[in-house]
């Protein structure tokens, strides 16, 4: 305990930007509610575009108009 | 706000049916909430059938007796 | 299966308006994926709006300024 | 109704293990909690092992030591 | 790691319950999948009943006739 | 998009306490993710300790006995 879920759209991140998210979340836990950094379990899930809608558009529509 | 997590076992469920549901999710959270279709998240995530169980069967087992 | 879990912020929301959101969730992958409405779960999770940050402000900051 | 989430890092799981595991979940909240095994879902999810983090390692590095 | 998380309509369950239903699920991952017992974490999450659609009913509505 | 789950257990946490978890995750994403603050939502779900088990203990019987 804690456990965190993020939950993020695919887009290639590299294992050190997902290790660098997760130590910022382990010490924000520990620093600002002193939860142990070793109990805290952080997971990364990648979801595909076309499976993220916000309202009425996916996250493929909208980053395929970048 | 609000956040919709759709879990479906996979069936090659294709991009305009997904964002179907995604777009009756949304109407459903805005007409009957109140919730505004720009800040309503549906993600859906599409499980393989030999990890999802109902009872004592899997669906992979359950949907090859079809 | 499927099951959809919906996260609202808490707003006093009356059964009937939960009930309708669920019907209409579970008409919706019915019509648009072939899932069998008796088999589909529909969980609503209320979160109290200091809970609930979306950027760097909470909902009930937020709500507080209507 | 149950329903349950079970996330594990990725592990090279057989389709008997999952359903060895599903099979004494379903009984133990049949056994327990007197919920009916056919209405009970269970629904396993296998995660990367760089995407679980624990403190400040990931699942990843810590296998890759053993 | 692993992460259960277990959901389950609001019913009165005892703590003694619920620690069973831990238990079992502890042991099913450590004996079945080699998940040492330390690093599982179960969570129960106890759902009203209002807030829980099966079909088009929720379980308020389907527990009240029994 | 993105969309962050924090589970802890009960602890009297106030919501300045809150809000800076938040705030450093939604920093995080935003640095080591480029996510755009704005569309980054956290929600934290307080779970009671009886409720969450580590191993064949719960949080409540760990935490009676400091």
Do not use: C
């Not at 910022?24 to 600002?32: G, N």
């Amino acid at each position: 305990m804690p456990y965190v879920h993020v939950q993020v759209a695919e887009n290639d991140y590299s294992d050190d930007q997902k290790r660098a998210v997760m130590k910022r979340i382990v010490e924000a836990l520990d620093e600002e509610m002193g939860r142990a950094p070793q109990s805290t379990n952080v997971v990364i899930q990648e979801i595909p575009k076309e499976n993220w809608g916000v309202g009425f558009e996916t996250i493929a529509s909208m980053w395929s108009k970048r």
